[in-house]
């Protein structure tokens, strides 16, 4: 069983992420739109340099969701990062020290809002 699962379609919510790429105080806002394995292996060697990434799910069907949940989930445990659900479909995936200081819980409080 996969984080994603077979469900009722909901409305999108278009305020959640645009579909480019925004580095923003070294965060990487993405609208997922593919789960080929040089796309992601780009996007973890951008976290792997110290950039969190804050990942939209919307575009993804189902088993894409879940190979890239999949392959994001292995690399932050063996780095020993956390991933973090900001929304429905969106999450963050980070390295344990951008927690360290508190602003990055702060500031997810602000962009859920």
């Known amino acids: 069983m996969g984080l994603f699962s077979v469900g009722k ?28 394995d040089k796309y992601l292996t780009g996007l973890t060697d951008k976290m792997l340099a110290g950039n969190p990434l804050i990942l939209s799910f919307e575009t993804l069907d189902i088993d894409q969701a879940n190979k890239v949940i999949a ?11 956390e991933i973090v659900n900001v929304k429905e479909r969106v999450f963050m995936f980070a390295t344990k020290d951008v927690y ?7 500031f997810l ?5």
């Open 9 to 36: 379609k909901k409305k999108k919510d278009s305020s959640v992420i645009e579909n480019k790429t925004v580095k923003s105080d070294q965060i990487i806002f993405e609208k997922l739109l593919s789960d080929e």
């Open 71 to 81: 392959f994001l989930s292995g690399v932050i445990y063996a780095i020993e990062g």
């Open 100 to 106: 360290d200081d508190g602003s990055m819980d702060e």
């Open 109 to 113: 409080k602000e962009i859920v809002e």
